[in-house]
């Protein structure tokens, strides 16, 4: 199923075994054999599946409601997406903590799906910043270590600061070069 359908079926689908193999699929990276876990319902289960989403980066938040709604489950994961850096969040409730959870996160993987698919490529402020944050490291690094004495007095560890310094003045370059293509338009002879 397309990005789409996955996160429609993640936030509908009732939580049975169809559903708990893609959560074993897709967000626990394991390949189902014979009954899934019953993240929906055992606890310890749960606990694995909050801790797997923690190695991939998602921070989890559980929050007991009561209203005249009745008593409910709220869980909120979070991350930071990376392909825009910005911190993203999905909120979920259901009945009880295992099924919030566990519905968060086959949410949360189909988001992650769906932010891949419709990315766009970097602009060109973003070639700029990769070249600025370069320059600045370039500038720290020839001016912390230049002229201190321990370089003068030490062969084996000068020689080596300046195959750094050559690695990092050839990354700089390379990533100007790069920026400066990202804003050209077509060359000459390439129009047909």
């Known amino acids: 199923m397309n990005p789409e359908e996955g996160l429609e079926y993640a936030r ?10 893609l959560i074993e699929t897709l967000v626990m990276d394991q390949i189902p054999l014979g009954t899934p876990s019953a993240y929906a319902e055992d606890w310890e289960e749960t606990e694995r599946l909050i801790a797997r989403l923690a190695d991939r980066g ?3 938040r559980i929050e007991h409601l009561f209203d005249e709604q009745g008593m409910r489950w709220r869980v909120y994961l979070d991350w930071q997406d990376p392909i ?35 990315s766009q490529p970097p602009d060109p402020w973003s070639y700029f910043e990769v070249v600025e944050r370069l320059s600045m490291i370039r500038e720290l690094f020839n001016r912390s270590l230049e002229e201190h004495p321990v ?22 370059e390379l990533a100007g070069q790069i920026f400066d293509q990202r804003l050209d338009g077509p060359k000459p002879g390439t129009m047909h």
């Open 151 to 172: 370089l003068s007095a030490e062969a084996e560890l000068q020689k080596r600061y300046r195959e750094a310094q050559e690695k990092i003045n050839a990354l700089y």
């Open 12 to 21: 509908e689908a009732p939580l049975d075994r169809d559903y708990l193999v």
């Open 58 to 60: 998602v921070g989890t």
């Open 84 to 118: 825009s850096f910005e911190w993203q969040m999905v909120e979920q409730e259901e009945q009880s903590a295992a099924r919030a959870v566990t519905r968060a996160a086959l949410v949360w993987y189909y988001q992650q799906e769906l932010s891949t698919a419709n």
